[in-house]
């Protein structure tokens, strides 16, 4: 009878833990899963961590990854994704269908996009079929991060993105339920 209880402790320790992170879980976030998600036309950065939270504020984990991309537009029907530009659109023009053809000046800055993935069910962000797909373009970014922000009296999750440039500006954008708003932070004390 120990034995038989000694084995099913065993067995339940193993068994669970594999049952309950389910077979997606183990996802790793590279090229092949953002060109399996997005396309050829998108390459991970390295140097940017992912960024993990719930972005559309359903209760669901989502995902924000910078990447690098040649034509944001061009894979879009395919793999079911939007391509927004918050950045442009705060300044008056956000059609993305215009603003991707604007050369940046700094090539260090040249095709960064951020690709946020909102989760759906259980498995968030590695569901086989997420519950939206989105690239952000024109964000000119040195850092990303997903944190809290006061919006209106309420606590949204928004990414906050350290801006490239001189001027060592901050800003964050957050998803209002219907498309994502970019909103300057100011610079920083130094």
């Not at 949204?156 to 993105?161: G, L, M």
Request: aromatic share 12%; hydrophobic share 40%; with cysteine.
């Amino acid at each position: 009878m120990r034995k038989l209880s000694l084995l099913l402790a065993f067995s339940v320790a193993i068994l669970i833990p594999a049952f309950a992170q389910g077979p997606s879980a183990t996802r790793k976030i590279d090229n092949d899963f953002v060109q399996q998600q997005f396309g050829d036309q998108f390459t991970v950065l390295p140097e940017f961590a992912p960024a993990f939270g719930d972005l559309d504020g359903d209760g669901v984990e989502d995902v924000a990854i910078a990447a690098r991309c040649k034509n944001p537009m061009l894979d879009q029907g395919e793999h079911n994704y939007t391509v927004v530009d918050p950045y442009n659109d705060f300044f008056g023009y956000g059609d993305p269908r215009m603003t991707t053809t604007f050369s940046e000046g700094d090539p260090t800055q040249r095709g960064l996009v951020v690709l946020i993935i909102h989760g759906a069910g259980p498995e968030g962000w590695r569901s086989a079929k997420p519950k939206a797909k989105y690239v952000l373009v024109n964000l000119p970014f040195r850092t990303i991060s997903v944190r809290k922000m006061s919006l209106k009296k309420k606590k949204i999750e928004a990414i906050y993105v350290e801006e490239a440039g001189n001027f060592g500006t901050s800003s964050a954008v957050f998803f209002d339920g219907r498309k994502f708003r970019y909103v300057p932070m100011g610079g920083d004390m130094e």
